[in-house]
């Protein structure tokens, strides 16, 4: 009987390959083809079914995602584009969105454009334009596990304001099916800063289809707009793409599973026997989760977004309040989890530890 790669220990395993990229691994790459020219990627394979790109020129974000070839995120018609094309004014920060896996929004504002005192702000921040530095591959053997982790440093500065650097950190490993992110992120500068983040995380077709469902940990959730609120009771609930439609958006106030973790998941229950991507976080770091539903023609996704603040203008955070402030010197970490489910008993379990009662309410926040 032939035995998976899996199942054998790190001595068995070395005698029957020639190169560890039989088994899977990282694999360092330039793209080179029309807007995304010049891209530098990381190609990540953990052996066991999960396929998944991570952009050192994009803030370390992640775009390209699948298992066992079957698409797991949302692709906007941006692709993954060159950080010289991002424009952070206004509305810009659309035309070079790629979406994917993780597309992050701060890091000392996020939410809607509008003007902050002094400062004009453009949509979620600048940080998914600005290129990584340090950047490190520490793949290694860690006993019989093979570990693969990718990191480095990005920094969000401005001459006579803020001045923040994020170390993040993405691992995984040959045999699994998740990954995980952590951000460290350090105030440099010599006065309190705004420090607000929110994870763009985007499901996508097939994942995303009309018998897709979401499962969260919420103790509350609101809605953004009068277009929401006459879809609140059916936020978890999806259809085919619709001509016409306008987005919706949601504010999910979390709290913690069995576990003690905040949790959120879209489910297919009829893609392979059953599918999922789950997230689980800290809801002391990440309060709350923005969720973004286009059921759109093309534009076909919903977003999944922990965030430290409610998806907002940052004037109006600090006017309600709830702008995240970073002191000088002072630090803040933020760890994200992702877990690809499998069959119907994992999706089972994972909607069962999401299973609470969920308040519904106008949103009244800001």
Not at 58 to 78: A, H, K, P, W
Not at 84 to 109: K, R, S
Not at 172 to 188: E, K, M, P, Q, Y
Request: glycine share 10%; hydrophobic share 40%; with cysteine.
């Amino acid at each position: 009987m032939s035995q998976s790669a899996c199942d054998l220990d790190r001595g068995a395993r070395l005698q029957r390959v020639g190169n560890l990229a039989q088994l899977g691994g990282t694999r360092h790459v330039i793209l080179n083809d029309g807007a995304a020219k010049g891209i530098a990627a990381i190609d990540v394979d953990t052996g066991a079914g999960l396929r998944f790109t991570i952009l050192p020129d994009r803030g370390l974000d992640i775009s390209l995602c699948s298992y066992q070839g079957t698409n797991l995120v949302f692709l906007t018609s941006n692709g993954e584009v060159n950080p010289a094309f991002f424009d952070a004014a206004g509305l810009g920060w659309l035309h070079t969105f790629f979406a994917g896996l993780l597309t992050t929004c701060g890091l000392t504002t996020l939410g809607s454009p509008g003007r902050d005192g002094d400062v004009e702000l453009g949509l979620h921040g600048r940080y998914n334009g600005l290129p990584a530095r340090r950047v490190q591959d520490r793949s290694r053997w860690e006993g019989e596990r093979y570990l693969i982790e990718v990191s480095g440093v990005v920094e969000e500065t401005r001459l006579f304001d803020h001045s923040l650097e994020l170390t993040r950190t993405i691992r995984t490993a040959i045999g699994s099916r998740s990954l995980s992110v952590h951000d460290r992120i350090v105030n440099t500068g010599y006065r309190s800063s705004p420090c607000a983040i929110l994870y763009h995380v985007n499901a996508g077709f097939p994942l995303l289809d009309q018998d897709s469902l979401l499962a969260l940990t919420a103790a509350r959730t609101e809605a953004h707009d009068e277009i929401s609120q006459a879809a609140l009771a059916d936020f978890g609930r999806f259809t085919a793409p619709l001509p016409g439609c306008a987005e919706q958006n949601f504010l999910h106030q979390m709290t913690v599973g069995p576990d003690g973790k905040a949790h959120a998941g879209m489910l297919n229950p009829t893609l392979a026997g059953g599918l999922g991507l789950a997230l689980s976080f800290d809801p002391r770091q990440l309060p709350f989760l923005n969720e973004w539903k286009m059921m759109g023609q093309r534009d076909y996704v919903v977003g999944i977004e922990p965030c430290n603040a409610p998806c907002a203008n940052r004037a109006e955070l600090r006017r309600v309040g709830l702008l995240p402030l970073l002191e000088p010197g002072a630090a803040r970490e933020f760890d994200l989890e992702f877990q690809v489910l499998v069959g119907s008993a994992e999706l089972a379990a994972f909607r069962q530890q999401c299973a609470r009662p969920t308040v519904f309410e106008r949103f009244t926040a800001l």
